[in-house]
Every structure is written in structure tokens, then in C-alpha cells.
T-cell receptor
């Protein structure tokens, strides 16, 4: 059974640019969550989608946005990148909105 | 606001030297407590879910326990391959939705 797939794995951007990250959940999983992981803050919740609807959102500025498609695949977008956005962005899927999360390997974003 | 605190931040053990990791939490309406393992450069990997005080789960050299205020991850006779960061997370009701809050993790190093 294929796991959660995130693309791209690594990317380098400059301040002011925007970036789009993609996540394909495990087949049959309808919930997708996004997290930002940094050495100092740990995993910080960004948002959760279930059946194409955003169900919950963390305390991040409006520059961070996401969406989910009918096939449960999800994308997140960060506009007007700042140096502090450098982090590992993790996507996790689950069958429902409760229970254990299954994570992808992450997209490591470096902002110069 | 939900809080999850893990201790110690880092732990260095000799191979075979048993120890415990602590996860203390403050949440209202706990729906579940999760333990994950994260290897460098990878996404967290699910280990256990605990739902109620007194519950215990075991997997190989790992045993997780839960009380009303904290959880312990006991590692018996660890091996070098157990070296990783162990993350604790709690799921609780938040404004009609389920919210997951992660601790910052305990980095375990097992020396041969």
C-alpha cells in the first residue's frame, strides 16, 4: 500500500516568491493535514482538509493557504515568502478526522 | 490552550540501558494521545494510540502508558536502531473540531 507522497522533496526560493507544495494521501484516506516543522518550534499545525473542505486552521498568516481536490490530493501555497518560512513542511493523511496520522517524508523549503 | 511538554529534550543511553520518556499534557476533552517516532530527514512514523488513563500498549522494546496528566514511553534494553526523535501528540476537541497538538520531542541516542 503506497504511503503519503509529497512533492517536491527539496526546494530553494528567494524572499518574496511563492511556492506550492503537493501531497497525495494514502488511498482511501479523506483527511489531509499540513504541519510546519522547525528546530525551535517543533510541529506546528497549519490546516486540515476533509472531503475538500477546510475543517480547521492553525495560527498562521493568510500567506499560507491550501486546498483539497476531489481525489483527496492536497496542495498548500505560501505567498510572499519570508526567511522564517524555511522549514520542513509535512503532510499527513488519515481515514477520518480522528485517529493516527500517516506522514509523508516532507518538503524541505529553504528561503534565501 | 492545549499544551504538550516532553522531557527530557535529549537522552543518551548505552545499549541495553532501559529508560523512560515523559509527555505531560494539559488539554480539555482529550480524545487520544499518540506517540510517533521520527528519523532524521523523514516524516514521523506512528507508534501508539492511547485513549484512557490506565491504558498500556506495547511494541517490541517500547511500551506506552497513560495517566490523566501524562504518558510515558518506556524503552527496555534499547538498541542503536532505536535512536530517533520520539514525539508525543494529543488530540482534543477544539471549537467543534478535533485538533492535534504535538510536543517538541525527545531525541534519543543509543550508543553501542
Amino acid at each position: 500500500k503506497a504511503g503519503v507522497t509529497q512533492t517536491p522533496r527539496y526546494l530553494i526560493k528567494t524572499r518574496g516568491q511563492q511556492v506550492t507544495l503537493s501531497c497525495s494521501p494514502i488511498s482511501g484516506h479523506r483527511s489531509v493535514s499540513w504541519y510546519q516543522q522547525t528546530p525551535g518550534q517543533g510541529l506546528q499545525f497549519l490546516f486540515e482538509y476533509f472531503s475538500e473542505t477546510q475543517r480547521n486552521k492553525g495560527n498562521f498568516p493568510g500567506r499560507f493557504s491550501g486546498r483539497q481536490f476531489s481525489n483527496s490530493r492536497s496542495e498548500m501555497n505560501v505567498s510572499t515568502l519570508e526567511l522564517g518560512d524555511s522549514a520542513l513542511y509535512l503532510c499527513a493523511s488519515s481515514r477520518t478526522t480522528t485517529g493516527e496520522l500517516f506522514f509523508g517524508e516532507g518538503s524541505r523549503l529553504t528561503v534565501l | 490552550e492545549d499544551q504538550v511538554t516532553q522531557s527530557p529534550e535529549a537522552l543518551r543511553l548505552q545499549e541495553g540501558e532501559s529508560s523512560s520518556l515523559n509527555c505531560s499534557y494539559t488539554v480539555s476533552g482529550l480524545r487520544g494521545l499518540f506517540w510517533y517516532r521520527q528519523d532524521p530527514g523523514k516524516g514521523p512514523e506512528f507508534l501508539f494510540t492511547l485513549y484512557s488513563a490506565g491504558e498500556e500498549k506495547e511494541k517490541e522494546r517500547l511500551k506506552a502508558t497513560l495517566t490523566k496528566k501524562e504518558s510515558f514511553l518506556h524503552i527496555t534494553a534499547p538498541k542503536p536502531e532505536d535512536s530517533a526523535t520520539y514525539l508525543c501528540a494529543v488530540q482534543a476537541r477544539s471549537g467543534g473540531y478535533q485538533k492535534v497538538t504535538f510536543g517538541t520531542g525527545t531525541k534519543l541516542q543509543v550508543i553501542p
